[in-house]
């Protein structure tokens, strides 16, 4: 092996000793964890979304905000010279196997053999041949990781075979909880089985990731997760993708030619998400007639989901003002975003709720129920308000109030953009990387 140069400091030589002696490298060489001025030099990364593909369409059943932070986050530790491989399953036999999508960053699919309508849930039971074929692509690859960062329970799964038969540190971001939504969603009961798995995993993962304090908290306390071993990574916003633009013109580029108040949902539609409190606090509101309210999101205008919330709509007499929108892509997100008088986010459970920031970045307000980031970033008066009293009343309150105050008074866009300028994606990535470094040794 070439000689390597190394800036080492006393305490940090019994690290530096051990990382050089462990197999299993990049390129089956024995490359050493370089510490400098507290940073983390270039390593390989297999980053683990199996459920849900990174560049899948935006807003459908199984394709949300997960999709945005491994994108965005794999994009920004390219940036940095570091090598990151994305694996997701591939749900049908037409997907190419590698598609470079950035400097040093790959999407990978695995081919299972699984049915293109397989529901998430089901996932689990193919996870052995998903693994067979990580291997496989592995080997003849001739690619080794220094380490794992797995997104989702069922990613974790994968992550903690990996984790054994590689021998590097496996780090897992949960992004929700199985526990939590059963306790504070309306939608279908997660099984006994996700919960099981998200707590070994809590337990046996180097790292366990989260987004703010409150899921900091929550982890510790339901699984007794010692606190040393969970961080704290807050999502981000590509600022360049999501940017202030002229109103007027996002409405003309939309034919969006009403005079009245526009409202902007963006989501997956699930009965966590509140798309059903949301139609009925619009059902109440003074002048509903002159409100529109987009829905940005959903598997399509014929899945049950848009038929069902379609159904709703009418029944409240609201059914003119609703305008389902399917899903849309991030480039042409902005335009909606700026066209917007406010993002209504009525969530039951978020545990980030990354289309605030999206909106903020926008310089638009938002009108949200406390969940994820919300009561972090969200001030009432300057760039939104949360809600209070979270039944369809409250919310109504809160959006009549948000949308009165843009009638008299003026809201500065750019005092909104700045509310969230320390959430970007290369902040995130310094914050990640430290905690890269305490997962493989690190101080």
């Known amino acids: 092996m070439p000689d390597q140069t190394f800036w080492v400091t006393p305490f940090l030589e019994p690290i530096l000793l051990w990382e050089c002696c462990r197999p299993n490298r990049l390129n089956d060489q024995r490359v050493s964890l370089v510490l400098k001025n507290s940073s983390l030099d270039p390593i390989a990364i297999a980053m683990l979304s199996i459920h849900s593909s990174p560049i899948g369409a935006m807003g459908t059943k199984n394709t949300g905000g997960m999709s945005v932070v491994v994108t965005e986050t794999a994009r920004a530790l390219g940036a940095q010279g570091h090598r990151v491989d994305m694996y997701t399953a591939a749900r049908d036999g037409f997907a190419e196997a590698v598609i470079p999508l950035t400097d040093n960053v790959r999407l990978i699919h695995l081919h299972g053999d699984i049915p293109q309508d397989t529901p998430k849930e089901e996932l689990f039971h193919y996870l052995p041949r998903i693994y067979e074929n990580l291997e496989s692509f592995r080997h003849d690859d001739g690619i080794a990781y220094d380490l794992i960062h797995s997104h989702y329970w069922l990613s974790g799964r994968l992550g903690r075979w990996a984790q054994r038969d590689w021998d590097v540190p496996h780090v897992i971001t949960f992004h929700t909880l199985g526990e939590l939504k059963n306790a504070l969603g309306p939608g279908e009961t997660e099984p006994e089985l996700r919960m099981e798995w998200e707590q070994r995993l809590g337990r046996s993962c180097e790292r366990v990731l989260v987004a703010t304090e409150h899921e900091k908290e929550n ?35 939309l034919d969006l030619d009403t005079r009245g108040a526009i409202m902007l949902f963006v989501g997956r539609f699930v009965p966590e998400k509140g ?24 598997d399509g205008p014929d899945a049950e989901t848009t038929v069902r919330l379609k159904d709703l709509s009418q ?80 919310i109504a309150a809160a959006l009549t109030d948000v949308l009165q105050r843009a009638q008299t008074e003026r809201w500065s866009r750019e005092d909104i953009r700045a509310s969230i300028s320390d959430y970007t994606w290369e902040r995130v990535t310094k914050t990640m990387q430290q905690e890269y470094m305490t997962a493989m040794g690190g101080p």
Do not use: K
């Not at 633009?245 to 580029?253: L, T």
């Not at 059903?276 to 959903?298: N, Q, Y």
């Open 315 to 394: 029944r409240l007499g609201i059914g003119e003002n609703i305008r389902f929108l399917g899903s849309v892509a991030q480039s042409e997100l902005v335009h909606y975003y700026n066209a917007a008088d406010l993002l209504v986010l009525p969530s039951y459970y978020e545990s980030f709720g990354l289309v605030v920031l999206e909106s903020l970045a926008c310089g638009t307000p938002v009108v949200a129920t406390p969940v994820g980031i919300v009561n972090a970033v969200v001030q009432n008066g300057r760039n939104g308000r949360i809600v209070e009293d979270q039944n369809s009343n409250g």
């Open 275 to 298: 798309i059903g409190r949301l139609l009925e606090a619009v059902s109440t509101m003074d002048r509903s007639e002159d409100i529109v309210l987009l829905l940005i999101g959903g």
């Open 219 to 253: 982890q510790i306390r339901r699984w007794e997760v010692n606190a040393s071993h969970v961080g704290i990574v807050p999502f981000g916003v590509n600022t360049e993708t999501f940017h202030l633009r002229n109103p007027s013109e996002a409405r003309r580029r």
